[in-house]
Each structure stands twice: as structure tokens, then as C-alpha cells.
């Protein structure tokens, strides 16, 4: 059995300023005012959209981000019904093959630090789904029937693409205190991350 930590890749290539200048250009033809952009208009437009909440407009932009994740926190992101998702399956992943090195691999809880009780009891039931697995499947089981004992740990990997309005309504969510702390282990730094590369349209968050 393989542990990680949970992370992200951002898929996308990102040009900031070129995304605001492509939001600009589309918002403006709302107002017919595209004689009015210059070289450096589009911060200000897209300032003022955001504070208008004119945020229909940044909709025309969309990112891709892919979590590496437990299962449990990837039902979470799917519950984003504007967004399109590629999961790896369980059904069709065997995890007794070479290419998944023979052994299940699941995220480490951030909760329970390693040599604590709770690490130790949560180790040994993920061991224990894996054995039960393996052996389901060498008795004949198909991996789509053996996976219904696999932990909710199990890693996962999900590319998730949608519009940044509704990646500002994912972020709002799922970083807020109440959020699932394996899901801000990933959401928090991601939103920094993502502030630093595409100006104004986070910077509220």
C-alpha cells in the first residue's frame, strides 16, 4: 500500500493579463464600448464587472485543474454541476496491475498525524481493504464488484474544468473554516496560487 499527500496541477496554461483583456473584450460589447479599450484598460473593467457583480462575463473564461484526492473529497467537487469532470475509475482500474505498482494507493489524513492512535487504526483498516480487495479479485471478483470495500482514502485523480465564475463559487466554498480540512489542503493553496497568476478576478476570495 502507497500513501501521499493530497495535491493539485493546474492543466491550464494561463496568461493573466490576456485572459482580462479577453474578458474585457467581451464585456464591453454589453456597453458597445470597445473603442475604449486600451493596453491597459482591462484591469480596471474587470474590477468594476466584479463590483457590479456583472460576473456573467467571466464566464467566457475556463480553467482546468487536476486534484490527486481521496474518493470522499472528489464526491465533494462533483457536486459543482457547472463544470466538467474526467475521473479515474474504479471500475475499469485494477489496482493488482504493474501500473499501479500492485498495491492501492490512498491519501494521507491531515488530521491525524503519523504514530498517532488514530493514524495507526486508520493505516491498519486501509491495509486490511486492500488485502480483502486482492482477494476478492483472485477469486474471481471484477474490479467494478471488488471496489465496493475499498476505502474512502483511496486515492483518486479528477481534472475539473469550469468557467471562473463558478471557480470563484467553488472557492468561496471550499475554503471557508466550515469546508472539509482535506478539502482546504488543497482549495487554499490553489486559490493563492491561482491570485498570483490571474489578477483581480480572485482577489476578493
Request: with cysteine; glycine share 4%; charged share 25%.
Amino acid at each position: 500500500m502507497n500513501k501521499i499527500k493530497a495535491s493539485y496541477i493546474i492543466e491550464s496554461e494561463i496568461n493573466g493579463l490576456e485572459l482580462l483583456k479577453q474578458i474585457e473584450k467581451v464585456g464591453r460589447t454589453c456597453y458597445k464600448s470597445e473603442n475604449k479599450i486600451t493596453d491597459k484598460s482591462a484591469i480596471k473593467f474587470v474590477i468594476n464587472l466584479i463590483k457590479q457583480g456583472h460576473e456573467a462575463m467571466i464566464e467566457h473564461n475556463s480553467l482546468s485543474v487536476r486534484f490527486i484526492c481521496d474518493r470522499g473529497i472528489s464526491h465533494e467537487i462533483v457536486r459543482h454541476r457547472l463544470a466538467s469532470f474526467g475521473q479515474e475509475s474504479t471500475r475499469y482500474c485494477n489496482y493488482t496491475k504493474d501500473k499501479f505498482s500492485n498495491e492501492i494507493t490512498v491519501i494521507e489524513p491531515i488530521f491525524w498525524g503519523e504514530g498517532t492512535y488514530g493514524y495507526e487504526l486508520w493505516e491498519n483498516a486501509c491495509h486490511l481493504s486492500e488485502k480483502s480487495y486482492f482477494h476478492l479479485l483472485e477469486v474471481g471478483a471484477k474490479p467494478e464488484e471488488a471496489r465496493s470495500i475499498l476505502p474512502t482514502s483511496l486515492k483518486t485523480e479528477i481534472v475539473v474544468t469550469m468557467n471562473l465564475r463558478e471557480w470563484r463559487h467553488f472557492f468561496k466554498l471550499r475554503t471557508e473554516s466550515v469546508a472539509h480540512p482535506q478539502m482546504r489542503e488543497l482549495t487554499i493553496p490553489l486559490l493563492e496560487e491561482l491570485k498570483t497568476l490571474i489578477p483581480i478576478v480572485f482577489d476578493d476570495i
